[in-house]
């Protein structure tokens, strides 16, 4: 279920891109578990590959200087519906780094 809450884009480039690293660890972290524990979490093996190539697909293009920020969802948005929630534990960090996607750095006036 996505609550109405709003939610918390990145304020800057360096926020956006410590957001993304993190995802890229939590996913790593995942995928381990997953290998730890085959028989319970082996369904989710194609949620995680979804988040893996996304992330570095968009780090990498950040990296090279060809990211384009407000493409639509990022593939791991459909892909996540179809899994239960507890599956990935770092499901909102999932969801600020689409947001910060789809409406860019949520710049603040000083």
């Known amino acids: 279920m ?3 809450n709003k939610i ?3 304020h800057s480039t360096d926020e956006y ?11 790593f972290d995942l995928r381990q578990a997953i290998e730890f524990d085959e ?19 968009l780090y990498e293009s950040m990296k ?3 990211y384009e920020f407000a493409t ?8 996540m519906k179809k899994y239960h929630e507890a599956m990935v534990p770092f499901r909102y960090l999932l969801k600020r780094i689409n947001e910060t996607h789809n409406k860019g750095l949520e710049l603040t006036e000083s």
Request: proline share 4%; aromatic share 4%.
């Open 39 to 57: 028989e319970f979490l082996s369904e989710a093996r194609p949620l995680v590959d979804v988040i893996e190539h996304t992330l570095k697909e």
């Open 17 to 27: 891109i410590d957001m993304i690293r993190q995802a890229i660890d939590e996913t």
């Open 72 to 79: 639509g969802d990022l593939p791991y948005v459909a892909e």
């Open 8 to 10: 918390v884009r990145a």
């Open 64 to 66: 090279a200087g060809t």
């Open 2 to 4: 996505l609550s109405n």
